[in-house]
């Protein structure tokens, strides 16, 4: 598979703001290779991303989740914000992906049966809704389970169908993230991330320098990699 094929275009990208970064006070010096240092090359005190960098690594997540979809990979969506949560919840739907779109709770992969416990409790909470189950308890208990069942669907919704860890976390915002990062770190889970100029490209797997405040930005390069995704899934069906 080509990078030519994604058909990433500078101008597309240049378009939906990637380019542009944090207040230069603000900048991760650990940034600077994915940066325009030059001060003929910065908006006003903003840094610009490099958008030719940023289009080669883009490129080369696609290939990634590419392969790793055409061998059948479980792949989980990180967006924790207000302002990208419908974002990441769109992608996830499309691409046939997990996702987590609320706050992350410590260790929801490296206490892994902790989290395997809560997903049953929320499976047989969700059970009892629809079959009425609740109806049969005293209206103390039907209200602690109600709120029980409201508290999971709101943290693990996005993950309930998940039978074990995934292959491969793409994250949407960096600094939000950091925990659910470590934890791929300790489990050895390749990561993609979204790096602004603020963060730090060392705790990310394949890092993707871009915009992570605007919407325009952030749906393009999800878009993109959600496309790679199931046209990985589609050439496994294809090419069994």
Request: proline share 4%; with cysteine; hydrophobic share 40%.
């Amino acid at each position: 598979m080509t990078r030519r094929y994604w058909n990433i275009k500078l101008e597309e990208l240049l378009r939906a703001r990637v380019h542009l970064g944090h207040r230069i006070k603000k900048w991760n010096p650990r940034m600077a290779p994915y940066v325009s240092i030059s001060k003929t090359k910065r908006r006003k005190d903003r840094h610009i991303t490099n958008l030719t960098r940023t289009a080669r690594f883009l490129a080369e997540a696609c290939d990634l989740v590419f392969y790793a979809a055409s061998k059948g990979s479980r792949f989980l969506i990180v967006g924790t914000t207000k302002n990208v949560a419908n974002s990441v919840v769109r992608a996830a739907i499309k691409a046939r992906c997990h996702y987590v779109n609320k706050k992350w709770l410590g260790g929801m992969l490296t206490n892994w049966s902790t989290t395997e416990m809560k997903l049953r409790q929320l499976r047989d909470l969700r059970r009892a809704q629809k079959t009425g189950g609740f109806d049969r308890l005293r209206k103390r208990d039907a209200a602690i389970s109600k709120r029980q069942l409201k508290q999971l669907q709101k943290y693990l919704g996005g993950v309930q169908y998940m039978t074990g860890l995934p292959d491969i976390v793409i994250v949407v915002e960096q600094q939000p993230a950091v925990t659910a990062l470590r934890e791929c770190i300790t489990l050895g889970i390749p990561t993609i991330c979204l790096i602004d100029t603020d963060c730090d490209p060392d705790l990310v797997d394949l890092p993707i320098p871009a915009n992570d405040d605007s919407i325009s930005s952030i749906r393009l390069i999800l878009n993109k990699l959600v496309f790679a995704i199931c046209e990985g899934r589609s050439s496994s069906i294809r090419n069994p």
